[in-house]
């Protein structure tokens, strides 16, 4: 089976922080993908991240940065200086074997204020 | 380029009533999945439309039911609704590709009341 947890149900920063959203996989296959998503209030999920098990590089877009690790099965997700526009709930997920199904994590609420 | 697009945008019904959702996938997408999300919690699972078949399904009752026309658009029908069935209901499109692993692009969601 597989399985997503976020432990951080809630994180609290003032702009310009540097936050990092924490996620742990479960799975016994091989081959599989991870996702971040992020959720703002008016619902629509937006996608923000995919990375395979093969890769383990990490990646950095703008303020975002991933940090893949295989050894602890974590897929870490960092927001550097912050800012108000941040402020929504981020989603971890496991895609796995021949099936294209997402399985979510309970999400990370990010408030971010001034 | 239009995105997933979903229809209403909200919902009430009563208990035993039956609703049926839409979803019109984003340009270029064949592959439809739905998911409920009940307040606080992480999207889950309900099923997965290819080729206007039901591919794969979560752990939902039969009283979920689906359906997926030839232009690829889909409908997710709810019988007998339960008070629990309130939550916002997301659909997601992907695009073609050959290993089926492909990021999945989510509509704004039909939230679903039931009283």
């Known amino acids: 089976a597989q399985k997503v947890t976020q432990a951080q149900t809630e994180i609290s920063v003032v702009e310009k922080e540097d936050v990092t959203l924490d996620c742990v996989y479960e799975?016994?296959?091989?081959?599989?993908?991870l996702f971040w998503y992020k959720q703002p209030p008016s619902g629509e999920l937006v996608f923000l991240i995919r990375?395979?098990?093969?890769?383990?590089q990490n990646e950095i877009s703008g303020r975002y940065s991933w940090n893949f690790q295989k050894s602890t099965s974590s897929f870490n997700f960092t927001i550097t200086a912050s800012q108000v526009v941040d402020s929504a709930v981020y989603f971890c997920?496991?895609?796995?074997?021949?099936?294209?199904?997402?399985?979510f994590g309970t999400g990370t609420r990010l408030q971010v204020t001034l | 380029d239009a995105g997933v697009t979903q229809s209403p945008t909200h919902l009430i019904k009563t208990r035993g009533q039956q609703v049926t959702l839409r979803c019109s996938p984003k340009?270029?997408?064949?592959?439809v999945s739905w998911y409920q999300q009940a307040l606080g919690q992480g999207p889950q699972f309900i099923f997965q439309?290819?080729?206007?078949?039901?591919?794969q399904r979560g752990n939902f009752p039969d009283r979920f039911s689906g359906h997926q026309f030839p232009n690829y658009s889909s409908e997710l029908n709810v019988n007998a609704l339960l008070l629990g069935d309130s939550a916002l209901y997301l659909c997601?499109?992907?695009?073609?590709?050959?290993?089926?692993?492909?990021?999945?692009?989510f509509g704004p969601g039909t939230r679903l009341t039931v009283l």
């Open positions: 997601a499109s992907s695009s073609p590709g050959t290993s089926g692993k492909r990021e999945q692009f």
């Open positions: 799975t016994r296959d091989t081959t599989y993908y």
């Open positions: 990375r395979n098990s093969f890769d383990e």
């Open positions: 997920a496991l895609q796995t074997g021949t099936a294209s199904k997402l399985t």
């Open positions: 340009s270029g997408h064949d592959t």
């Open positions: 439309y290819y080729e206007e078949e039901e591919r």
